[in-house]
C-alpha cells in the first residue's frame, strides 16, 4: 500500500516569512495529492491540491509542487500570517473515472508563526 | 451546495458498549463516502471507503464496521468499544474526482 512521509513535524517561522513542507510517496500510482489544514478541534480543510498532470499550483500565497520522478511533492506559503498557524497535512491517493481509493496521510506538520 | 453532517458531535461510552455514529450528505447523490479516524495528535487514518450502496471497503481490521443504508447515508458501528477505539472519527464525501471534503467529526472517547 501507500505510505507517506511528511517533514518536519514541527515548523516555526517569522511572520512574514516563508515555510515549505515536504512529503514523500511510496507508489507510483498515486496521482492525487492533496494539502489540508487543521486547526485545533476541528475538522481538516482542504487548501490546494495537485494532480499528476501538472508540476506546479498557485493559490495566492499558496503553492504546491510535483516531482513524479523523486516521488516528493511540497506546499509552499508565502507572507506567513498568524491565521496560517495549524496543523497541515499532506496526502495521496489513487483516482479513476469510476471513483477514488481513500487518501493516505502524513503524520502533519504543526506550522507555528511567530510574531 | 453540498453540506456533510456527522452525529454525534461528541460521545463518551464505556468499554464494551456499542457504538454506532452516523454521517449524511446533502445536495449531491451517488457521493463516494469515506471514514477515517484520528488520534489524539496524530495524523489520519483510512478505515472504510464506499462507492455505493451496500458497497463496502475496509482498510484495517479492526472490531468496527460500516454499513451504507441509504446513498448519502454512511454509518460507522462497533458491537464492543475498545479503549484504543476512542478517537476523533471523520466522515469524508468526494464527487468521485479524488477531492474529499470532510465533516465535523465524532470524537469519542471510550472509558
Known amino acids: 500500500g501507500e505510505n507517506v512521509e511528511q517533514h518536519p513535524s514541527t515548523l516555526s517561522v517569522q511572520e512574514g516569512d516563508s515555510a515549505v513542507i515536504k512529503c514523500t510517496y511510496s507508489d507510483s500510482a498515486s496521482n492525487y495529492f492533496p494539502w489540508y489544514k487543521q486547526e485545533l478541534g476541528k475538522r481538516p480543510q482542504l487548501i490546494i491540491d495537485i494532480r499528476s498532470n501538472v508540476g506546479e499550483k498557485k493559490d495566492q500565497r499558496i503553492a504546491v509542487t510535483l516531482n513524479k520522478t523523486a516521488k516528493h511533492f511540497s506546499l509552499h506559503i508565502t507572507e506567513t500570517q498568524p491565521e496560517d498557524s495549524a496543523v497541515y497535512f499532506c496526502?495521496?491517493?489513487?483516482?479513476?473515472?469510476?471513483?477514488?481509493?481513500?487518501?493516505?496521510f502524513g503524520k502533519g506538520t504543526h506550522l507555528i508563526i511567530q510574531p | 451546495s453540498q453540506t456533510i453532517h456527522q452525529w454525534p458531535a461528541t460521545l463518551v461510552q464505556p468499554v464494551g458498549s456499542p457504538l454506532s455514529l452516523e454521517c449524511t450528505v446533502e445536495g449531491t447523490s451517488n457521493p463516494n463516502l469515506y471514514w477515517y479516524r484520528q488520534a489524539a495528535g496524530r495524523g489520519l487514518q483510512l478505515l472504510f471507503y464506499s462507492v455505493g450502496i451496500g458497497q463496502i471497503s475496509s482498510e484495517v481490521p479492526q472490531n468496527l464496521s460500516a454499513s451504507r443504508p441509504q446513498d448519502r447515508q454512511f454509518i460507522l458501528s462497533s458491537k464492543k468499544l475498545l479503549l484504543s477505539d476512542s478517537g476523533f472519527y471523520l466522515c469524508?464525501?468526494?464527487?468521485?474526482?479524488?477531492?474529499?471534503?470532510f465533516g465535523p467529526g465524532t470524537r469519542l472517547t471510550v472509558t
Open positions: 496526502a495521496a491517493s489513487t483516482y479513476s473515472g469510476g471513483g477514488a481509493d481513500g487518501l493516505t
Open positions: 469524508a464525501w468526494s464527487p468521485g474526482l479524488a477531492t474529499q471534503y
